[in-house]
């Protein structure tokens, strides 16, 4: 089972539909913001989407799960 530990420090994601994904900064903010718009393989399409995080908050939960 992978957590939220390192998913900054993964290369690339491969999505439920085959392709892949770097895991970077606007995959992040998009997967918070649109939880439904790109899913992982392997993972239920579940995670809520945070439409309520203001910018600001937004920026400091990114900061956060880069720094795990």
Do not use: N
């Not at 420090?9 to 918070?32: C, F, M, N, V």
């Amino acid at each position: 089972s992978r957590g939220l530990g390192d998913v900054y420090k993964r290369q690339l994601q491969t999505l439920a539909y085959g392709s892949q994904i770097k895991a970077d900064e606007a995959y992040l903010r998009e997967s918070i913001s649109l939880s439904q718009a790109k899913i992982v393989k392997g993972y239920p399409a579940a995670m809520p989407a945070y439409t309520h995080l203001s910018a600001e908050q937004l920026d400091q939960l990114i900061a956060y799960l880069k720094t795990l």
